[in-house]
């Protein structure tokens, strides 16, 4: 969490976010909180902007900036809870792979993590705390 990140814009009481990807190319990205039918919860969703303005989430960018990038994700986590204190943030990849990227990321800064979020892993039997070495489907994040 204390990587470099992009500088960003919120929009719509900050549950969407946009930032522009600088490595091999300059792309726009956003990050959307969309609200889920459970009460407080959110689904976070990462995609690079279309000329045109329609975000495609599926999309593999391979921008040689994948640190700024997740660490640009946490930086609007933080804003996000901000001004949603009281939700949750469901978080998966498009694909197995990003998803264990994302866990992978979780293990090398759960340390930092867990000062300012409790974090949980998704498994096929419910949530449970995250646990370097579990393979999750999931990762549930909530301010403390």
Known sequence: MTHPFYEFTIHNGAIRFEFVSIGQRVI?????????????LYNLAL??????????????SDNGDRDYVLATV?????????????ASVFIT????SRTRLYQVVIARELTEIQKRFEIS????????????GVLYRAFVISQK
């Open 121 to 132: 892993g998704v498994t096929e039997t419910g949530n449970e705390p995250f646990q370097k």
């Open 28 to 40: 726009r990205k956003v990050i959307i909180y969309q609200k889920l039918p459970l009460p407080n």
């Open 93 to 96: 990849g498009s694909t197995p």
């Open 47 to 60: 995609g690079d902007i279309e000329v045109g303005g329609k975000a495609d989430f599926e999309i593999i």
């Open 74 to 86: 946490i930086q609007t986590l933080i804003t996000f809870f901000q001004n949603h204190p009281q």
